[in-house]
């Protein structure tokens, strides 16, 4: 045939006809293991509803449910200038946020600022007096020739905290590698405060949020149609608008029942029972061996963090505990240290393009010091494959519950994090599973909107924490001073 041009190359189709019979017995072990249908999709998901009513009740659950205090969805017409602070494990953003006359527009300027690693496990004074050091140089050198009266600035404080109010919060327990003492069980407004007010910097902190309710908040910015935000990362969460109606919690407070407050519902911990989500052994085994056992049920399936290690516990046990043996006669001492492999170890394994999947035998070799056989290829593959889906698929369970909680029939979700940008076939497998766990009609064509999309989010933890701070200052200028600890700072 001539003119045809090159031909695109296949898609890897696999073979199994070289697999030994024993082997293929165990990939039809591992398949029963992992899958999860749909009628168990559509049993956890319901379950998940009762158990996100039952966080925001009196008595509350596993699932905290935190109210946030930020009280309304963006218009797009916000407009000022706002200073966003975002604390992660690695580095610290500060971020300006210009909100343009332009519906739905921002400027935003932005520097990065290393967190030193001795800082983490240093002392609480050092911590703040570093980060009030970048705000002031970030100001000096975006602000040089102007006097400033003051800046609001929203905080991203991504770390478990209990908020009465949007400018103040307690942090629970320290996470993302930080151990400092004198700060759990502290608020930790008051000492950020005390070190700007240390450098004259002219600066107010406006609200202190979470990475997932911003990015709900910046999503709905430019897009009306977002109504919950999630982040499946190193670890997952979810925030979404409730109304105060539904929030026994907060009845004391007597608010309005048709008042919007977001909920940052850290997710992680449902089903920390064990009543519903379908857990292997080596579910089991995570979970025994985590520096907190009995905690974050849902995430321990589902998070960046666990999904290699769940891979390496199959693989190990493969080797040592079955008739097949796997990787028979080599040294498996490297595969045998917890969490050396990260859940980009299977994305490079469920992307390896070749029939004959050489790149994840290089990646064998050379990671792990391993040959692998052809046969144990196909098996490692197909562990991937499960894995992966098992994660992608009970993520959206979560989706799902939001959805059927608030009644959502069509709605956009804006999902950030490394697992959801990054993985391959994350977002194809999450879709499917939100089709049967609500059951959609198939697609006439393949162009078509489901009713229920995920999307990229937009950036959370800058703009999100901005236009946070630009909404609360209306609200309280509209004079509903509702969760606000100090006015003063608002005039």
């Known amino acids: 045939m001539v003119g045809l041009g090159p031909r695109k190359p296949p898609s890897r189709k696999g073979s199994m006809a070289d697999v030994p019979k ?16 749909t009628a168990k999709l559509k049993l956890i998901t319901d379950h998940f509803v009762s158990e996100l009513a039952k966080g925001l009740s009196v008595e509350g659950g ?49 520097s990065k600022y290393r967190m030193p690693e001795e800082l983490k496990t240093g002392d609480a004074d050092e911590l ?30 991504s770390y478990p905290a209990t908020q009465d109010y949007i400018d103040h919060g307690v942090l629970q327990r320290w996470t993302k590698g930080f151990d400092i003492d004198g700060v759990e069980g502290q608020n930790v407004v008051p000492m950020f405060e005390a070190a700007i007010a240390k450098r004259g910097v002219p600066i107010k902190l406006t609200a202190l949020i979470n990475d997932t309710t911003g990015t709900l908040i910046a999503s709905a910015y430019t897009d009306t149609k977002m109504k919950i935000g999630c982040i499946f990362g190193t670890g997952c969460n979810a925030a979404y608008m409730e109304d105060c109606g539904s929030i026994p919690k907060l009845a004391h407070m007597n608010l309005p029942p048709d008042t919007p407050m977001a909920i940052n519902c850290e997710w992680g911990a449902f089903d920390n029972e064990h009543k519903v989500l379908p857990r292997t052994q080596y579910d089991i085994i995570i979970d025994k061996d985590s520096p907190r056992p009995g905690q974050q049920a849902f995430e321990k399936m589902i998070a960046g963090l666990y999904l290699g290690e769940i891979f390496r516990l199959v693989l190990v046990d493969l080797h040592d505990n079955k008739e097949i043996h796997i990787f028979e006669g080599q040294n498996i001492d490297k595969l045998r240290k917890a969490y050396t492999l990260d859940s980009s170890f299977l994305s490079l394994i469920e992307e390896d393009p070749f029939e004959n999947l050489s790149e994840t035998g290089d990646l064998f070799q050379n990671k792990l010091g391993i040959t692998v056989t052809h046969p144990e290829l196909e098996l490692i593959r197909r562990l991937a494959e499960l894995i992966g889906t098992r994660a992608a698929r009970l993520s959206a369970c979560g989706v799902a519950a939001i959805a059927k909680k608030k009644d959502y029939k069509s709605c956009h979700v804006g999902a950030d994090g490394s697992v959801f940008n990054k993985y391959p076939h994350f977002k194809q497998r999450g879709a499917q599973a939100l089709r049967e766990i609500l059951d959609w009609p198939e697609k006439k064509n393949a162009k078509e909107e489901d009713p229920i999309e995920i999307l990229a989010a937009e950036d959370g933890s800058g703009v999100g924490a901005a236009l946070i701070a630009a909404l609360t200052l209306k609200r309280v200028s509209e004079g509903n001073m509702a969760g606000i600890l100090h006015p003063e700072n608002f005039k």
């Not at 024993?22 to 249908?37: C, G």
């Open 62 to 110: 596993s699932i905290p449910m935190n109210p946030t205090w930020c009280m309304s969805f963006p218009t797009g017409e916000e407009q000022g200038t706002f200073l966003a602070l975002d604390m992660g494990g690695t580095n610290l953003r500060v971020c300006e946020i210009i909100l343009t006359d332009q519906k739905s527009e921002f400027d935003i300027i932005q």
């Open 22 to 37: 024993d082997l293929m017995q165990e990939i039809k072990r591992l398949e029963e293991l992992f899958t999860v249908d």
């Open 128 to 157: 703040w007096e570093y980060i009030a050091d970048c705000l002031q140089q970030f100001i000096e050198s975006h602000h040089a020739s102007t006097k400033l009266d003051k800046l609001h600035l929203g905080f991203t404080f």
